[in-house]
């Protein structure tokens, strides 16, 4: 490995020099890539979606409803033509700024530095609002070569405590911008941002108007989706005498239902896109053209039909839920999931079974399909979501009940085990379109579920989380539980933590499991947080920015009665404990075979861990799992020779290494891995060809004082503290 000049690193730091003996493990991980673990990471990105960037040029509509030209693109566009790097569109909701945004730095064709004056495309990317407070968060904005950057604060300007403080903070990026030939792009709310100050505002362009949403489909289907154009289904048209009539083939009567009255321009910019898009799916999957209508109307006509015809049917209505939770599964399983709702579990008598309406035909009334394997609503896209946010809007008394039901069916055996990605995703999309949180309540006992549970937990939350509207908020809820002594529900913040969130947003995260892991027992949500961890520092892109982080808690948090302090040390050993599939221990010690500070961030990881007498018991368990490791060929055996030499220095008579090194008495029986261990650190210890590195007090082992009879390590029994 290299440090950051491309160099070899071989300064010596705090006193200690580290021999790079093997550089077997260095040169692999080097092959792969070059991690620099002290440098702060930026901002993570998302790249912009192919998707994207054709709806914003193929399929831009430019004028208003009155046929005014929207200023908002072009002049963002002009203004990052004149080398403006940071520019700030600021507007309320429904106005096209995200894709304004979008349309500027896709038509952008800058110079690029150093490739001789020749103009090319950028390269789009969002970038995500990784901070638990913009004000007080240290953070970097991203600034990589021949990059538009877009960055969405709307949800949460508004509520900004230093608005000033802040648009300097983004503003100030400019110049960095400017050495890499890249550009930023704000999307402010319709407040917060200092549009007044003569130089914080002098960057801003106001979002005043929004295409017409009639238009924006229109223009989708005809560029992106001709096979829906092709339909007719938005044709004008006049009524014809045999319309009445009802002739003609099913292919003339799709395309006589013309949906162009239904289209409205007032639908806001996005919501019109995402129609065209669902009004494809309708086409591709052969629906008819009351499909689509019931479809552009949101399906409200045909949701409230259902529930007019079910008025009095209880049983029907608790069908109809149980199959949009459980669409997929057998008729019988879906009718087991309605009787579940209803608490149902008498026996029903064999007339009322015989008399009864039959199953299909019960289904085929709420309009789900079934083959008698399987239910299914396919033919509607966007049904079942409907269908859920008229429960929750219109009989708003259901809402606890069927949270609970949720649970129920989702439990290990519950007929909706299997489904819990897909219920996470129904359960996401009513969160935000109802922009409320309570939907996520369910996470907390998927959470603790393991399994598929700790999966769909971590994927409503992460989307959730994503929402540029209610993202602020559900992320300062995760936080909140992340820190709450409830057990459940700090398993949960470390559940999500183990998910996408942990990519996307990776500051925050390790701001939840600072939380959870300073709880005050090792309880099985603090379990879930170490792994957690250790599947953040698996990841080489993370790696560097956990391990400074981790670094940065340990001279931050130095109060023992500090919850954080706990929190601190127990993180060092969760990335200190050696696993295969975690392999941060790995690239950690063949990193300090070439970079001091390395080394020494490792010895003071273990010092600071050693020092806590209730994390003794882990400290002695990660030992020996680096013993082992080292006898499987996991871990370079001089690597961890040399660290460990270090920290003996330090912390001879603390009771994990004494008993590491001397045993423990009245122990009969010491793993092989371990003596061998100890074997390769009393060779290094009395090899006459060896440094003797120095403890922090600057004394070799032979200027210490003599230790007195009682602390010989040989006789040391085992501290009570951490399980």
Request: glycine residues 8%; aromatic residues 4%.
């Given at each position: 490995?290299?440090?950051?000049?491309?160099?070899?690193?071989?300064?010596?730091?705090?006193?200690?020099?580290?021999?790079?003996?093997?550089?077997?493990?260095?040169?692999?991980?080097?092959?792969?890539?070059?991690?620099?673990?002290?440098?702060?990471?930026?901002?993570?990105?998302?790249?912009?979606?192919?998707?994207?960037?054709?709806?914003?040029?193929?399929?831009?509509?430019?004028?208003?409803?009155?046929?005014?030209?929207?200023?908002?693109?072009?002049?963002?566009?002009?203004?990052?033509?004149?080398?403006?790097?940071?520019?700030?569109?600021?507007?309320?909701?429904?106005?096209?700024?995200?894709?304004?945004?979008?349309?500027?730095?896709?038509?952008?064709?800058?110079v690029l530095p150093g490739i001789g004056g020749q103009r090319l495309l950028l390269r789009l990317e969002h970038v995500l609002p990784d901070w638990d407070f913009v004000e007080k968060d240290k953070f970097l904005l991203p600034a990589e070569h021949g990059r538009g950057y877009l960055l969405d604060v709307s949800g949460e300007s508004a509520s900004w405590e230093k608005p000033e403080f802040t648009a300097r903070k983004f503003l100030g990026h400019a110049e960095i911008l400017r050495k890499k030939g890249s550009y930023l792009v704000v999307i402010a709310g319709d407040r917060g941002w200092p549009e007044n100050d003569p130089t914080l505002g002098r960057n801003?362009?106001?979002?005043?108007?929004?295409?017409?949403?009639?238009?924006?489909?229109?223009?989708?289907?005809?560029?992106?989706?001709?096979?829906?154009?092709?339909?007719?289904?938005?044709?004008?048209?006049?009524?014809?005498?045999?319309?009445?009539?009802?002739?003609?083939?099913?292919?003339?009567?799709?395309?006589?239902?013309?949906?162009?009255?239904?289209?409205?321009?007032?639908?806001?910019?996005?919501?019109?896109?995402?129609?065209?898009?669902?009004?494809?799916?309708?086409?591709?999957?052969?629906?008819?053209?009351?499909?689509?209508?019931?479809?552009?109307?949101?399906?409200?006509?045909?949701?409230?039909?259902?529930?007019?015809?079910?008025?009095?049917?209880?049983?029907?209505?608790?069908?109809?839920?149980?199959?949009?939770?459980?669409?997929?599964?057998?008729?019988?399983?879906?009718?087991?999931?309605?009787?579940?709702?209803?608490?149902?579990?008498?026996?029903?008598?064999?007339?009322?079974?015989?008399?009864?309406?039959?199953?299909?035909?019960?289904?085929?009334?709420?309009?789900?399909?079934?083959?008698?394997?399987?239910?299914?609503?396919?033919?509607?896209?966007?049904?079942?979501?409907?269908?859920?946010?008229?429960?929750?809007?219109?009989?708003?008394?259901?809402?606890?009940?069927?949270?609970?039901?949720?649970?129920?069916?989702?439990?290990?055996?519950?007929?909706?085990?299997?489904?819990?990605?897909?219920?996470?995703?129904?359960?996401?999309?009513?969160?935000?379109?109802?922009?409320?949180?309570?939907?996520?309540?369910?996470?907390?006992?998927?959470?603790?579920?393991?399994?598929?549970?700790?999966?769909?937990?971590?994927?409503?939350?992460?989307?959730?989380?994503?929402?540029?509207?209610?993202?602020?908020?559900?992320?300062?809820?995760?936080?909140?539980?992340?820190?709450?002594?409830?057990?459940?529900?700090?398993?949960?913040?470390?559940?999500?933590?183990?998910?996408?969130?942990?990519?996307?947003?990776?500051?925050?995260?390790?701001?939840?499991?600072?939380?959870?892991?300073?709880?005050?027992?090792?309880?099985?949500?603090?379990?879930?947080?170490?792994?957690?961890?250790?599947?953040?520092?698996?990841?080489?892109?993370?790696?560097?920015?956990?391990?400074?982080?981790?670094?940065?808690?340990?001279?931050?948090?130095?109060?023992?009665?500090?919850?954080?302090?706990?929190?601190?040390?127990?993180?060092?050993?969760?990335?200190?404990?050696?696993?295969?599939?975690?392999?941060?221990?790995?690239?950690?010690?063949?990193?300090?075979?070439?970079?001091?500070?390395?080394?020494?961030?490792?010895?003071?990881?273990?010092?600071?861990?050693?020092?806590?007498?209730?994390?003794?018991?882990?400290?002695?368990?990660?030992?020996?799992?680096?013993?082992?490791?080292?006898?499987?060929?996991?871990?370079?055996?001089?690597?961890?020779?040399?660290?460990?030499?270090?920290?003996?220095?330090?912390?001879?008579?603390?009771?994990?290494?004494?008993?590491?090194?001397?045993?423990?008495?009245?122990?009969?029986?010491?793993?092989?891995?371990?003596?061998?261990?100890?074997?390769?650190?009393?060779?290094?210890?009395?090899?006459?060809?060896?440094?003797?590195?120095?403890?922090?007090?600057?004394?070799?082992?032979?200027?210490?004082?003599?230790?007195?009879?009682?602390?010989?390590?040989?006789?040391?029994?085992?501290?009570?503290?951490?399980?």
């Amino acid at each position: 490995m290299t440090s950051s000049t491309g160099q070899p690193d071989n300064r010596v730091s705090g006193g200690r020099e580290i021999h790079a003996a093997n550089n077997t493990y260095s040169t692999l991980l080097q092959a792969g890539r070059d991690i620099n673990l002290h440098q702060q990471e930026p901002l993570p990105t998302d790249p912009v979606t192919s998707a994207e960037i054709d709806a914003v040029r193929r399929a831009w509509v430019a004028e208003d409803s009155e046929g005014k030209e929207i200023a908002t693109a072009p002049t963002v566009l002009a203004m990052l033509g004149r080398d403006e790097r940071v520019v700030v569109i600021a507007g309320p909701s429904g106005t096209g700024k995200t894709a304004a945004g979008l349309r500027a730095l896709s038509e952008l064709r800058p110079v690029l530095p150093g490739i001789g004056g020749q103009r090319l495309l950028l390269r789009l990317e969002h970038v995500l609002p990784d901070w638990d407070f913009v004000e007080k968060d240290k953070f970097l904005l991203p600034a990589e070569h021949g990059r538009g950057y877009l960055l969405d604060v709307s949800g949460e300007s508004a509520s900004w405590e230093k608005p000033e403080f802040t648009a300097r903070k983004f503003l100030g990026h400019a110049e960095i911008l400017r050495k890499k030939g890249s550009y930023l792009v704000v999307i402010a709310g319709d407040r917060g941002w200092p549009e007044n100050d003569p130089t914080l505002g002098r960057n801003v362009v106001r979002a005043v108007s929004a295409p017409p949403g009639d238009q924006i489909t229109r223009r989708h289907i005809e560029r992106l989706y001709p096979q829906v154009a092709r339909r007719g289904w938005l044709q004008e048209r006049a009524p014809e005498a045999d319309d009445r009539s009802g002739g003609g083939s099913g292919d003339e009567q799709d395309h006589r239902a013309s949906l162009a009255d239904l289209l409205r321009a007032d639908m806001q910019p996005g919501d019109a896109a995402t129609l065209a898009l669902e009004l494809s799916r309708i086409s591709d999957s052969g629906g008819t053209a009351k499909d689509a209508r019931d479809l552009v109307l949101r399906w409200h006509e045909r949701v409230s039909t259902v529930f007019r015809e079910t008025q009095d049917s209880a049983d029907d209505r608790a069908l109809l839920l149980a199959a949009v939770m459980l669409e997929g599964l057998s008729p019988a399983e879906v009718l087991n999931g309605a009787r579940l709702l209803l608490k149902d579990q008498k026996t029903r008598g064999i007339r009322d079974i015989l008399t009864g309406r039959d199953l299909a035909a019960r289904l085929e009334a709420v309009q789900a399909k079934s083959d008698g394997q399987r239910v299914t609503f396919s033919h509607l896209p966007g049904y079942p979501a409907a269908v859920l946010r008229h429960f929750w809007r219109q009989l708003s008394d259901v809402q606890p009940n069927l949270i609970q039901w949720v649970k129920h069916l989702t439990a290990p055996k519950g007929h909706g085990a299997a489904r819990i990605p897909a219920i996470a995703d129904l359960l996401a999309h009513l969160a935000v379109d109802e922009s409320d949180l309570r939907p996520l309540d369910v996470a907390q006992s998927w959470a603790t579920a393991g399994g598929a549970g700790e999966d769909g937990a971590s994927r409503l939350l992460a989307r959730v989380a994503r929402d540029p509207a209610l993202g602020q908020e559900a992320r300062t809820r995760l936080r909140y539980w992340a820190g709450h002594e409830s057990r459940a529900n700090a398993t949960v913040a470390a559940v999500v933590c183990q998910g996408p969130f942990s990519k996307e947003y990776p500051r925050q995260t390790l701001t939840c499991l600072r939380w959870v892991l300073g709880r005050p027992e090792h309880d099985s949500a603090v379990s879930v947080a170490e792994d957690a961890l250790r599947a953040m520092g698996a990841d080489t892109r993370l790696l560097p920015r956990v391990w400074a982080t981790v670094n940065r808690w340990l001279t931050e948090y130095e109060q023992p009665d500090d919850r954080n302090y706990l929190a601190a040390r127990r993180a060092v050993l969760a990335l200190l404990h050696p696993a295969a599939d975690h392999p941060a221990t790995t690239l950690l010690l063949a990193n300090a075979m070439e970079h001091a500070d390395t080394a020494d961030d490792l010895v003071r990881g273990w010092s600071a861990a050693l020092s806590v007498p209730a994390l003794e018991p882990r400290c002695e368990k990660v030992l020996t799992a680096w013993a082992k490791a080292v006898a499987d060929g996991a871990l370079d055996a001089d690597a961890v020779v040399e660290v460990l030499n270090h920290v003996i220095r330090e912390h001879w008579m603390t009771g994990p290494l004494s008993t590491f090194i001397a045993g423990r008495a009245g122990t009969e029986y010491t793993s092989q891995s371990v003596v061998d261990l100890r074997e390769r650190l009393i060779l290094r210890w009395n090899d006459p060809q060896q440094a003797r590195p120095e403890a922090r007090d600057g004394r070799t082992l032979e200027q210490r004082p003599a230790l007195p009879p009682e602390d010989d390590p040989a006789a040391h029994t085992e501290s009570g503290g951490e399980a």
